[in-house]
């Protein structure tokens, strides 16, 4: 509930949704057309400042991408550590019985990798900030076919549902005497295996009832469909989905010069 | 304009068996099982309530399903005898969409989560008016007064994962109502519900037939629907009873639903 309240509060979640597909389409294609850590990093700098100045809350952003920070984190140092190993050019930067780690190639292959991955988290966080009616309408006035953007909101519709049968399937195996905190990793990974395999099933199950429930709504009967709702595009948000491609192409030329 | 009354349901000598793969080595063959269906003969009147009862696994679904056109064209199998809707035969006319008969027969499932498409409860009421690409302001229309009929104005905005059980149902019913069509069929429908929720469904049912719909309602606990206009008793695919409510003996309906 409280989450909800500081979600409500950010200035992104009132803007138009087409400047937010549009700064998360150029920030990730920006991001992938270059390998220039500069660049890169002042695209994720970009991100980071609309978040702020979006409302988005700081703590709420690192709980709902701790995991991905944690995964970029070990990537950096999987990737620092190991790469460049065995290559007669590369001059190691740490020995350790008499195996080279640390090359410099390495840690800005890291960086690199690292900056592009959280470029994209970033980019996805600010999608959150709005509701995905809205996105759906969003693409669908983008000229983007309906059904297209029916999967794709679909798809976001039953994130939720998907975790909420997880949990309900741990929390059934956890009442028939499993303990997952005794179990060592292969129990683990045999356990993680009995958790998938129902929602998968249950996924699958679900996901053919809805599309007969959805013919039989009339999905489809019509090349096209009307929508009871209809976004406008107010000054600003055309201002930014102008503004915010611009910039990153601003910054490419700057980083270029310099 | 024809004048002579339409029958909205009319099936006769339907008989259907599902199809089922099995694997033997590489190669994977498609045999038939027995038929849930055998020889069904039915005619279901204009503005009618008809209750479909009997055991699980007897072919109550099965039949709603072939009502609505689900089977065969979305679920395959071996279909024999035919399906008129308001005179038109849908079953083996493979002309007939299943949706060019949302408007015509509404269909709610026995699990309100697998057919909630949206994610608020107005835009899901929506969904079907939109597709039959109704203008926008007749769908604002239409959906505010299937919000207040069923009772869900506080909730207009809310995704529907939030919602109870209860107000799944509604929701569901409504996104179906929203089609207009002039006839309903429900699987299961108070079988989730507790009492109030059933009372509430009853008088929705009642309001219904009021309006003119023909209904179909399959249902193990049939008593609730003692208004009904018929109880069917289906029993191996077969229809074993069709009378009023009345004439149908208790102990008939509980021999074979306990059996």
Known sequence: ??????????????????????????????????????????????????????GMNLSLLWNRAKAIFMLIIMLFVI?????????????????IGGFGFVYTGGILLAAMLSLRLLVIVFAGLILLEGEIRDYLL???????????????????????????????????????GKDFKKLKLTGKIRAYIGICLPILVSALRRADEMSIAMETRGFRSQPRRTYMRQLKMRGADIALTILFPAIFVGLYFLVKFL | MSTEKRIPIEVRNLTFAYERDEKSGTETTTTAVPPALSGIDLTIESGTVVVLIGPSGSGKTTLCKCLTGIIPKLIKGNLDGEVLIFGREIAQDSSVEISMLSTQIGFVMQEPDHQIVMTTVEDDIAFGPENSMMPSPEIRALVDHLIADMGLEAKAETNPNNLS????????????????????????????????GKAHFVEIVKELKAAGKTIIIVEHDYEVFDFADRWILIKDGRVAADAIPSAIPKTLLERELWR
């Open chain 1, 1 to 54: 509930m409280n989450e909800n309240r500081a979600i409500k509060k950010g200035r992104l979640r009132i803007l138009d949704p087409r400047p937010k597909l549009m700064l998360m389409a150029s920030a990730s294609t920006a991001c992938m057309l270059t390998s220039n850590l500069w660049y890169i990093a002042s695209i994720l700098v970009v991100l980071v400042v609309t978040l702020l100045i979006g």
């Open chain 1, 79 to 95: 990737q620092t550590l190991f790469f460049g190993m065995g290559r007669a050019d590369a001059a190691p930067l740490l020995h």
């Open chain 1, 138 to 176: 969003a693409l669908v006035q983008m000229k983007i076919p309906y059904t297209f953007a029916f999967m794709v909101v679909i798809g976001l519709h039953f994130l939720p549902i998907l975790r909420e049968e997880a949990t309900n399937v741990y929390c059934c195996m956890q009442l028939r």
């Open chain 2, 165 to 196: 059980g209860g107000e799944k149902q509604r929701l569901t019913v409504a996104g179906v109502l929203a089609m207009e069509p002039e006839i309903m069929v429900f699987d299961e429908p108070v079988s989730s519900l507790d009492a109030v």
